[in-house]
């Protein structure tokens, strides 16, 4: 069974710019969370999507935005970006919401803005 | 606002010997909590969880105590080998609040040959 899949692994962006990251959920997994990890601010939780609608969502700026499709795949986006969002993004699949169910996360994509 | 404290931050232990990480939380509405296992350039990954209603689970060399009065949980790592050597996070959740999960700071743990 695949895991979760996260693309692409690496970018590096320039201040001002947008980026999309990708994660594809484990196979019957309908929620998709996103974390973000930096080593001053630790993991800290941004959105969570279900049925394709976002049912949680994290003390970030606006210029953070997710969406999920009907496969349940989901996109995030960061507008705007600024040297401060360079972070290792993680992308978490659960079997259902809500409640409390395991949540298996992907390798990430390390972003880099320069 | 940091909802759940994790130590120490860092321990170095033994080959053989026993790894010990304490997490506190302060939201009693919390009732799910996992640990996850992270080494260099991977995601977290799921080691082992426990819910409000047991006081201790073991899984393998993987003890998971819990005190609710406390509100306190710890990670016990029996017999502690090299592989082990990673940063582990306790998590805490609400299930009204989906699958949301609020870490812990981390504790970097080096197992000695």
């Known amino acids: 069974k695949a895991g979760v899949t996260q693309t692409p692994r690496y970018l590096i962006k320039t201040r001002g710019q947008q980026v999309t990251l990708s994660c594809s959920p484990i196979?019957?997994?309908?929620?998709v969370s996103w974390y973000q990890q930096t080593p001053g601010q630790g993991l800290q939780f941004l959105f969570e999507?279900?049925?394709?609608?976002?049912?949680n969502k994290g003390n970030f700026p606006g210029r953070f935005s997710g969406r999920q499709f009907s496969n349940s795949r989901s996109e995030m986006n960061v507008s705007t970006l600024e040297l401060g969002d360079s972070a290792l993004y993680l992308c978490?699949?659960?079997?259902?919401?809500?409640?409390?169910?395991?949540?298996?996360f992907g390798q990430g994509t390390r972003l880099t803005v320069v | 606002q940091q909802q759940v404290k994790q130590s120490p931050q860092s321990l170095i232990v033994q080959k053989g010997g026993i790894s010990i990480i304490n997490c506190a939380y302060e939201?009693?509405?919390?009732?799910?909590f996992p640990w996850y296992q992270q080494f260099p350039g991977k995601g977290p990954a799921l080691l082992i969880a426990?819910?409000?209603?047991?006081s201790e689970k073991k899984e393998g060399r993987f003890t998971i105590s819990f005190n609710k009065s406390a509100k306190q949980f710890s990670l016990h790592i029996m017999d502690s080998q090299p592989g082990d050597s990673a940063t582990y996070f306790c998590?805490?959740?609400?299930?009204?609040?989906?699958?949301?999960?609020?870490f812990g700071g981390g504790t970097r743990v080096l197992v000695k040959p």
């Open positions: 998590a805490a959740s609400k299930g009204a609040a989906g699958n949301k999960l609020t």
């Open positions: 426990i819910r409000p209603d047991v």
């Open positions: 939201n009693t509405a919390f009732d799910y």
């Open positions: 999507y279900f049925s394709e609608t976002q049912r």
């Open positions: 978490a699949s659960s079997i259902s919401w809500p409640g409390n169910t395991e949540a298996f």
């Open positions: 196979s019957g997994h309908r929620s």
